[in-house]
């Protein structure tokens, strides 16, 4: 049943700081962006994230490189594809 509830999420994984008040570093900033990319009902990736999932099954749409606002170089971005049914 559905609740008429989209999402959108955007992941990277890298090092981050843990403060008292929650968590800081370049890897937050980059999954922030990421995410201010996807569309309703879409998950986007950084390349990171793609390598390191590699041989899981997931399957990845290629969205282009990026320039994420106060993120240095351009980032490849990537669309998780919903499984098969």
């Not at 996807?38 to 390598?51: C, M």
């Not at 971005?77 to 049914?85: F, G, H, M, Q």
Request: zero cysteines.
């Amino acid at each position: 049943h559905e609740l008429g509830i989209r999402i959108r999420a955007g992941l990277h994984t890298g090092e981050l700081d843990i403060m008292e008040a929650g968590i800081a570093g370049i890897a937050v900033h980059i999954g922030a962006r990421v995410m201010s990319l996807a569309g309703p009902d879409e998950v986007l990736v950084s390349s990171t994230v793609r390598d390191l999932v590699a041989g899981s099954g997931l399957a990845f749409t290629d969205r282009g490189t990026h320039e994420l606002k106060g993120v240095p170089g351009t980032w490849r971005i990537l669309r998780v594809e919903p499984p098969a049914t």
